[in-house]
């Protein structure tokens, strides 16, 4: 059962097009992912549907109620992370659960939520006093504070080194596992692949496709390549094998390597003739198409690089979306 509805919807500042007759729907239970780079009018749809904007045109439904009209009902069934949260530097754990939870009529008991996400030791400690993996566990537990049906999380692991990333990954499904829908923000073609059932990608500030990961990596057009190396006393000329099989775009042979590159599934049609010709080959390895290759093949350009993945140098740099 679909339990957030967009249709048409988009949205302009001055003369710049945000978001241009944008449609999608998330069903209950899935984590659903929202893709794009930078600047694509992501964050932009998703404070529509929170209610934190309001649309020049479309409609938007969520729990079956309006976010513009019905906002104050609405803010009762959803929990929210923004892509840009800050707290007090001074103030403590439990001070901004406690916070949080008198905003709702009938809030969890966030004493609980310390013990499930971690925080438990650190219920005295200062927000500024907390690690970059702390604090998103503790933004989390915000968002959840108010027992929502629909969690919505905006670029949760910008900044934070690999294995934060990792850790705040497992919590997503942690939430998922719990009953509550997910509504994930991201530009990591990695995190979309890990966490999500469906995802929407976003360029442009329309949506040009929605699938699972799966789905959008199957199918679409994608090169991709193969390599190996001839067993000892075979060397065979591998672009008169290979070359005009179908599906392979290019072959070609350093030393004893031979990287094949094609499209569709023609690495099938490698093996097959390999092994007709009774060709022994080693250290075959073909590479896996990721979301990246879909992503390049339905808008012309790569995620890829832009922003560099965090690390031990440090965040990437973010270009902000129109506020």
């Not at 009902?73 to 008198?102: C, F, M």
Request: charged share 25%; aromatic share 6%; glycine share 10%.
């Amino acid at each position: 059962m679909a339990i957030v509805e967009v249709t048409e919807l988009s949205k302009r500042y001055g003369k710049q097009v945000v978001l241009d007759r944008v449609s999608f729907s998330v069903e209950e239970g899935e984590v659903f992912g929202i893709l794009g780079p930078n600047g694509a009018g992501k964050t932009t749809a998703v404070e529509c549907v929170e209610g934190l904007r309001r649309p020049d045109s479309g409609t938007v439904r969520v729990l079956g109620l309006d976010p513009v009209g019905q906002g104050a009902e609405l803010r009762e069934h959803i929990g929210v992370q923004l892509q840009h949260t800050q707290l007090p530097e001074n103030i403590k754990v439990w001070e901004a659960l406690d916070l949080y939870a008198s905003f709702y009529a009938r809030p969890r008991d966030w004493r609980e939520l310390l013990e499930r996400w971690g925080l438990a030791d650190k219920r005295d400690a200062r927000f500024a006093k907390l690690s970059g993996g702390q604090k998103q566990r503790l933004f989390i537990a915000l968002a959840l504070v108010g027992d929502p049906r629909i969690a919505f999380l905006d670029e949760l692991t910008t900044g934070l080194d690999p294995q934060a990333r990792r850790a705040t990954w497992e919590l997503v499904k942690r939430v998922r596992a719990e009953g509550v829908t997910v509504v994930l923000v991201s530009h990591f073609m990695d995190e979309v692949e890990e966490l999500c059932d469906r995802v929407a990608v976003f360029d442009r500030g329309g949506v040009v496709a929605l699938d699972s990961p799966e789905g959008l990596i199957d199918g679409v057009d994608a090169e991709y390549r193969m390599s190996f190396r001839f067993m000892d006393g075979q060397a065979p000329e591998p672009g008169g094998l290979l070359g005009s099989l179908p599906g392979v775009a290019s072959v070609s042979r350093t030393g004893d390597l031979v990287v094949v590159a094609g499209r569709g599934d023609f690495a099938t049609e490698v093996t097959a003739s390999l092994a007709r010709e009774h060709v022994l080959v080693r250290d075959l390895r073909i590479d896996k198409r990721t979301l990246d290759d879909a992503f390049i093949a339905l808008t012309g350009r790569s995620l890829q690089g832009w922003p560099p993945p965090p690390g031990p140098s440090g965040p990437a740099p973010r270009t902000e979306e129109p506020s």
